[in-house]
């Protein structure tokens, strides 16, 4: 029997293209979608690459038809929080809008299986249940979806969409998550690579290994590393949130892929640690793995649209995908350095500014 072909759109970015990644490993035959406006080319290369848009039906039907995918993973999306609450129009035009026409058309042209990368930031601001559990509350599936800002909110409506689809026979998982860190292997020479950089890990890194200052100086991370906000109602003052590696998150995308294919209903699953780490922790922990004792970051205020908890409970995943992440903190922080201090990705991240390589 020939693998079975699997769509995977915003498969050129940091976590479709780990997806794409493993999906071959695991002898599937990915299908990369993406418009490559913030996918990188050369993070496309596991399977078949069709650039287009899939908000663009007669594209994604062309797709289907040539390849007859039996599921999708869907990761394409915008996923800066501070610029959603800037321009919220892009994040539901994208995140929603376009996202519900690429599951429309699946769905037309017969492809019944979707594993949704969502968010966990359809919550909200989880503070109150962490601290009514004693400070070690993560959120299940049960809590109250509240999104406070237009990323949030636009992913909550995809993923209502898409759950609509459930009575003309379409089964669907819709995982939600929050900070997703470190890469695979070097060797399969994929990683995380944003312009803008706002995740908080490589931005950790990034300053306290040999980068070009040229790169600092794109991402904004000239003055290194900044805490943003020391005032939150947290043991430190600042923010709390859940991180997981990029091959757990996978994984557990797998896990869902399964799942579906062998029958399995439409659900919701949380995918996080069940434990958060605190922004003044996360440096601590970079102070230890990349042994740099003099670590000391400024502080500013905070940042609109930031929450001051985020955890996810795994629970139910491990109940029913036998999901639980296997690699901690360090095992992240150690995984970025050696991917940002990569030729590959600072002559990639050079490239896209326009700036030629020494």
């Known amino acids: 029997m020939n693998p079975s072909h ?5 498969g050129a970015g940091y976590i479709g293209s780990h997806a794409a990644y493993a999906l071959k490993q695991a002898g599937y035959e990915p299908v990369v979608v993406d418009n490559l406006s913030t996918g990188n080319a050369w993070a496309a290369s596991f399977g078949a690459f069709e650039q287009g848009d899939i908000g663009h039906c007669d594209f994604v039907r062309a ?3 040539k390849y007859a995918p039996v599921a999708a993973m869907h990761f394409a999306a915008f996923i800066e929080v501070g610029e959603s609450v800037r321009n ?3 994040y539901f035009e994208n995140n929603r809008d376009k996202a519900s ?3 429309k058309t699946l769905n037309g042209c017969g492809v019944k299986k979707v594993v949704f990368s969502s968010t966990a930031a359809v919550y909200g601001d ?3 249940v962490y601290r009514s559990a004693g400070g070690n509350g993560p959120v299940s599936e049960l809590y109250p979806t509240r999104p406070i800002n237009p990323y949030g909110q636009a992913k909550l409506e995809a993923e209502a969409y898409l759950r609509m689809l459930d009575s003309d026979g379409l089964r669907s998982i819709a995982l939600r998550y929050f900070n997703v860190a470190g890469a695979a292997d070097i060797e399969a020479q994929i990683g995380e ?11 950790l890194v990034l300053p306290l290994i040999d980068t070009p200052v040229v790169l600092l100086n794109a991402l904004g991370l000239q003055d290194g590393f900044t805490i ?4 939150y109602p947290t043991q430190d003052g600042t923010a709390i949130r859940d991180y997981v590696h990029v091959l757990d998150l996978i994984d557990a995308h797998l896990r869902a892929l399964d799942y579906l294919l062998n029958g399995g209903e439409t659900d919701i699953f949380n995918l996080g640690s069940g434990a958060g780490f605190s922004v003044l922790e996360m440096v601590a922990a970079a102070r230890k793995a990349l042994d740099r004792p003099d670590f000391s970051p400024a502080v500013a205020p905070r940042r609109e649209g930031d929450p001051a908890i985020l955890v996810a409970s795994n629970r139910k995943a491990n109940r029913i995908l036998g999901w639980r992440p296997a690699r901690g903190l360090q095992d992240m922080i150690r995984d970025a350095a050696v991917w940002h201090r990569s030729a590959l990705y600072r002559d990639a991240m050079l ?3 326009g700036v030629e390589a020494a």
């Open 351 to 353: 490239a896209r500014m």
């Open 126 to 128: 989880t503070s109150a």
């Open 101 to 103: 026409r690429f599951f």
């Open 228 to 231: 943003y906000g020391d005032d």
């Open 63 to 65: 797709v289907c038809e």
């Open 88 to 90: 919220p129009d892009k």
């Open 193 to 203: 690579a944003h312009i803008p950089e706002s995740h908080l890990i490589p931005r």
């Open 6 to 10: 699997i769509l995977v759109s915003g």
